[in-house]
């Protein structure tokens, strides 16, 4: 069964640096073709894609917040770590990873529960 | 940037036909997907690759997609259809591209 889970700070303060772990199970990341994403969504606004690292350590990130995010993986630990720099309260939102199961596939076909993030001073 | 854009309503009667568009240019020539969101629950991913349906997906969730537009259909919808839907595409030059959501309420 393919499981993934969030952690991080539910609180942050404006111009700190946010850290979430999205730990997975049943599944490697070492496998080629496999995909995690990470993704947000304000509170009552749409999903929005942040940044993606594959099986082989390529990485992509949002052309409009490419600045300020870092996607990182430890495959022994089956995690995958995405850092945001500069947090502002526009940037409160639920945050998610998800699993792209294969190189030619586009779509997400698991996805964590999330995990909220406030920023505010 | 590349967008994608959704009505962001549809009503629909309970046993009727739902159909939610996606909009975005040459959509046609991209694969799509759509995911159902529940309030306060994680998003679902409903028909991949513009019309295959994950396992454990009802037959009554249907996709297309051609030229401009891309359309999600519920046959049949249920109250338990009521949800959030989004679309979603790959674009060479932004990544990944979410819809701007539809609420559907089966009324």
């Known amino acids: 069964q393919v499981t993934l889970k969030e952690s991080g700070p539910a609180l942050v303060k404006p111009t700190q640096t946010l850290t979430l772990t999205c730990t997975f199970s049943?599944?490697?990341?070492?496998?080629?073709?496999?995909?995690v994403s990470w993704i947000r969504q304000p509170p009552g606004k749409a999903l929005e894609w942040l940044a993606r690292?594959?099986?082989?350590?390529?990485?992509f990130y949002s052309t409009s917040l490419n600045t300020r995010l870092t996607i990182s993986k430890d495959t022994s630990k089956k995690q995958v770590v995405l850092t945001m720099t500069n947090m502002a309260p526009v940037d409160t939102a639920t945050y998610y990873c998800?699993?792209?199961?294969?190189?030619?596939?586009?779509?997400?076909?698991?996805w964590g529960k999330g995990t909220t993030v406030t920023v505010s001073s | 940037s590349y967008e994608l854009t959704q009505p962001p309503s549809v009503s629909v009667s309970p046993g009727q036909t739902a159909s939610i568009t996606c909009s975005g240019d040459s959509l046609g020539d991209k694969y799509v997907c759509w995911y159902q969101q529940k309030p306060g629950q994680s998003p679902v991913l409903v028909i991949y690759q513009d019309t295959e349906r994950p396992s454990g997906i009802p037959e009554r969730f249907s996709g297309s997609n051609s030229g401009n537009t891309a359309t999600l259909t519920i046959s049949g919808t249920q109250a338990m259809d009521e949800a959030d839907y989004y679309c979603?595409?790959?674009?060479?030059?932004?990544?990944?591209?979410f819809g701007t959501g539809t609420k559907v309420t089966v009324l």
């Open positions: 998800a699993r792209t199961p294969g190189e030619h596939y586009y779509y997400m076909d698991v």
């Open positions: 690292i594959d099986w082989d350590d390529d990485k």
């Open positions: 049943g599944f490697s990341l070492s496998t080629s073709g496999m995909r």
């Open positions: 979603q595409a790959w674009d060479s030059s932004t990544a990944y591209v």
